[in-house]
T-cell receptor, first 113, second 112 residues
Framework: GESVGLHLPTLSVQEGDNSIINCAYSNSASDYFIWYKQESGKGPQFIIDIRSNMDKRQGQRVTVLLNKTVKHLSLQIAATQPGDSAVYFCADYSGGSNYKLTFGKGTLLTVNP | DGGITQSPKYLFRKEGQNVTLSCEQNLNHDAMYWYRQDPGQGLRLIYYSQIVNDFQKGDIAEGYSVSREKKESFPLTVTSAQKNPTAFYLC???????????FGSGTRLTVV
C-alpha cells in the first residue's frame, strides 16, 4: 500500500449503485493482498483477500481485481448499501520472515440513501 | 469465541502521565502489532512482535514502549515523551506464515 499519514480520499455513491475503490501498491514482490473495512470507532475487519497468482476473486457482493503489471488493486462493491459506509484499506504483504502488512491510506466511502 | 481484546475502550489521562493500553488475544497467534490512527488518516505502525520476548520498532515508535512476556499479551505504554498522544490505538495479531491480521476494537486515548 501507499504510505499512510495523509488525509483520506473520499468516494460518495448513491444507494444501489456499484462502488469501485482503488489502491496502488509499490512493492513488486508483494504476493498477497487484503481489503479491510473500518467502521467509525471500530477496528478494521477483513473483507476479502487475493494471492498474486490470481487476477480476480469474488465474494458476497464484493470483487477484488489485481493488476500486477501496473501494481493496482481495486475493490468493487455491488449494489452498495448504507451499511457499506466506512473506510476501506488495502494492504499488501511481500513474504519473508517479516510478517508485516503494508497498509494503504484508506478511502472513505459514503453511501447516500 | 477466539478473538483479540483491547481495553479500555476509552481512556483519559493528564498530560505528563504514562498510560498503558492492554491487548490480549486467545487466537494462538505468534505475531502482534500496535497501530496508531489519527482522525481521517490511515494506520501507522508503532511496534510489532513476532515472538515472545522479542519486539521491533515500527515507523513511529518514539514515545512508546511495549513488552511481550506472554504470547497472549502485548501491552503498549504511551509515555510522557510522546508529544501528541491523543489518538485511536489499534492492536492486531496474526499467525506466522500467514499475513491476515485480526484487529481489536481499539482504544481511544485522550490526553488533557
Amino acid at each position: 500500500g501507499e504510505s499512510v499519514g495523509l488525509h483520506l480520499p473520499t468516494l460518495s455513491v448513491q444507494e444501489g449503485d456499484n462502488s469501485i475503490i482503488n489502491c496502488a501498491y509499490s512493492n513488486s514482490a508483494s504476493d498477497y493482498f487484503i481489503w479491510y473495512k473500518q467502521e467509525s470507532g471500530k477496528g478494521p475487519q477483513f473483507i476479502i483477500d487475493i494471492r498474486s497468482n490470481m487476477d480476480k476473486r469474488q465474494g458476497q457482493r464484493v470483487t477484488v481485481l489485481l493488476n500486477k503489471t501496473v501494481k493496482h488493486l481495486s475493490l468493487q462493491i455491488a449494489a452498495t448499501q448504507p451499511g457499506d459506509s466506512a473506510v476501506y484499506f488495502c494492504a499488501d504483504y511481500s513474504g519473508g520472515s517479516n510478517y508485516k502488512l503494508t497498509f494503504g491510506k484508506g478511502t472513505l466511502l459514503t453511501v447516500n440513501p | 469465541d477466539g478473538g483479540i481484546t483491547q481495553s479500555p475502550k476509552y481512556l483519559f489521562r493528564k498530560e505528563g502521565q504514562n498510560v498503558t493500553l492492554s491487548c490480549e488475544q486467545n487466537l494462538n497467534h505468534d505475531a502482534m502489532y500496535w497501530y496508531r490512527q489519527d482522525p481521517g488518516q490511515g494506520l501507522r505502525l508503532i511496534y510489532y512482535s513476532q515472538i515472545v520476548n522479542d519486539f521491533q520498532k515500527g515507523d513511529i515508535a518514539e514515545g512508546y514502549s511495549v513488552s511481550r512476556e506472554k504470547k497472549e499479551s502485548f501491552p503498549l505504554t504511551v509515555t510522557s515523551a510522546q508529544k501528541n498522544p491523543t489518538a485511536f490505538y489499534l492492536c492486531a495479531s496474526s499467525r506466522q506464515g500467514t499475513s491476515g491480521y485480526t484487529f481489536g476494537s481499539g482504544t481511544r486515548l485522550t490526553v488533557v
